[in-house]
């Protein structure tokens, strides 16, 4: 007699509005279950002090971004109205695989949605926050204009009523809880079934 068992799943997908804490519980998560990668995502934004292409980001130019879309080398994209882009390279799970480990993805929702729709075995993970914690937090990280916060704001409340369309959503009202809580949920997905 044979064991059924259920392959890992290829991608875990985290997602939720600016500020909620995605990239921190990512680090939390990456640091307990280390048969994670994330994914170094592709960005048309300028570099800033300190980043590291290939590292933080894929630092491209529209014009490589355009050709890489045209050729399908996407899984995912999304265009903002300050025409910056950012998305998912196929090559970068092909690498991750390749190493023997599993990719997280963070993603906005739009890209979380489609990835879910279109990857068989992907987990989508949606992290909330309550609003005024979000602006507390955009704010404190001074990476944007104050138009640009009202506006990522604005964007969340909308976001926050899509929670329900996730496999899994961890509140993040407390740093050390949420951590836990995402991590025991990817562990519980590895489990081959």
């Known amino acids: 007699m044979s064991d059924h068992v259920t392959p890992t799943p290829m991608v875990?997908?985290?997602?939720?509005?600016?500020g909620a804490g995605k990239g921190t519980l990512i680090k939390g998560l990456l640091e307990r279950v280390p048969a994670l990668?994330?994914?170094v995502s592709a960005t048309t934004?300028?570099?800033r002090p300190?980043?590291?292409d290939g590292h933080d980001y894929w630092f491209l130019s529209d014009e490589d971004f355009s050709a890489r879309i045209e050729a399908g080398e996407f899984l995912e994209y999304v265009s903002y109205v300050?025409?910056?882009?950012?998305?998912?390279?196929l090559s970068e799970l092909d690498r991750i695989r390749g190493d023997e480990r599993v990719c997280v993805l963070e993603l906005e929702l739009e890209g979380a949605l489609r990835v879910q729709d279109e990857v068989g075995g992907s987990v989508t993970v949606f992290i909330a926050?309550?609003?005024p914690e979000l602006e507390r937090r955009l704010r404190s990280r001074?990476?944007?204009?104050?138009?640009?916060i009202g506006e990522r704001i604005e964007l969340a409340r909308l976001q926050?009523?899509?929670?329900?369309?996730?496999?899994?959503?961890?509140?993040?009202?407390?740093?050390e809880r949420a951590t836990a809580a995402l991590v025991a949920l990817v562990e519980c997905e590895l489990v081959p079934r």
Do not use: C, I, K, W
């Open 160 to 175: 926050l009523e899509q929670a329900h369309r996730f496999r899994y959503m961890v509140r993040n009202d407390d740093l």
């Open 129 to 131: 926050a309550d609003v």
């Open 50 to 52: 300190g980043e590291v």
């Open 37 to 39: 990668e994330v994914a």
């Open 82 to 89: 300050s025409g910056r882009r950012y998305g998912t390279l």
């Open 12 to 18: 875990f997908v985290v997602t939720g509005p600016s």
């Open 142 to 148: 001074a990476t944007e204009s104050t138009g640009e």
């Open 45 to 47: 934004r300028p570099q």
